[in-house]
């Protein structure tokens, strides 16, 4: 299979530079041997991303990171959406700049197309070790 085509989209409102979060996809995939002909990134705002959670997960407040897999019906197709105002209080939260924060909350999408699930408080916890373990690979 050739390379993965990324597209990545900012939709909420505030500049930030889109290339490193497509060489960071790149890597990811690469890492966890993810091959789908494409994959879509979009940031959105809180208004929107809440509305996304709603429709798709019954819930009526925003999150941070949202992912679906097309499947081969669509040419496994993969899309992340990330809440951009989501990861700007997360980041001040942790005290960490937005580029790590949005690093991290990709990888956590990725982690979704490949079929992990945090639904449960166990299946979380395995989700952000596997998340941290994937960051902690391109720290050093």
Sequence with gaps: MKKTKI????????????????????????????????????????????????????????????AFDYGLPFGGQGEIIICLDQAKRQAEELKHPLKEELEILLIHGILHLLGYNDETKKQRDEMIKKQDKILLKFKS
């Design 7 to 66: 597209e990545i989209n900012n939709l909420a409102k505030g500049k930030i530079g889109l290339k490193f979060l497509e060489k960071f996809a790149e890597k990811v995939l690469k890492l966890v041997k993810l091959k789908i002909p494409e994959l879509s990134v979009v940031l959105v705002c809180d208004r929107r991303m809440k509305s996304f959670n709603k429709k798709f997960r019954k819930q009526n407040r925003t999150t941070d990171v949202l």
